[in-house]
């Protein structure tokens, strides 16, 4: 069985692009930062950093509606992919492909914890870099497209 589920903050606002051909498919990528459950005494909460992908209505939904530092829940299975670099190298993804989405706060708390989350990951440039880094579709997820 692979099942996940994910409660964080986008780091970004939703990216979304169209598939090639007659039926064209909305394609939405985003990323959570999942706070890790338990930290050692002394340090930081760490968090993780997620990279989703939405399709279709699910993902236009995600691009309408999602935006940067709201609060979500994300239930989807689990894809590992890789592809080259354009400097040749391997390059292996992890992404969650999302099976359902949903806002996990209020539009109050939202704007209200929002932005100091967001406030928080920009004062940490290493977490931002984290948070920004952003790569294609592998050729593994456009493989499952339903169309060439």
């Known amino acids: 069985m692979n099942k996940v589920m994910l409660m964080g903050r986008l780091t970004r606002d939703p ?3 169209y598939s090639q ?3 064209t ?3 939405v990528r985003y990323s959570l930062a999942v706070e890790r459950r338990f930290k050692r005494d002394g340090e930081e909460q760490q968090a993780d ?3 989703c992908v939405a399709f279709g209505k699910s993902g236009e939904f ?5 935006h940067q530092g709201i609060k979500v829940i994300v239930i989807g299975r689990i894809q590992t992919g890789s592809y080259t670099n354009k400097d040749g190298q391997k390059v292996y993804t992890t992404d969650v492909l999302v099976e359902e989405q949903e806002f ?5 708390v939202a704007i209200k914890n929002g932005i100091s989350c967001m406030q928080e990951v920009s004062s940490k440039p290493e977490l931002m870099h984290m948070a920004n880094s952003g790569v294609d579709i592998p050729n593994a997820v456009d493989e499952e497209l339903p169309f060439s």
């Open 15 to 17: 990216e979304i692009r």
């Open 21 to 23: 051909g007659n039926n």
């Open 25 to 27: 498919l909305a394609i």
């Open 49 to 51: 950093f997620i990279n």
């Open 62 to 66: 995600a691009q309408k509606y999602f």
């Open 104 to 108: 996990a706060e209020s539009k109050a």
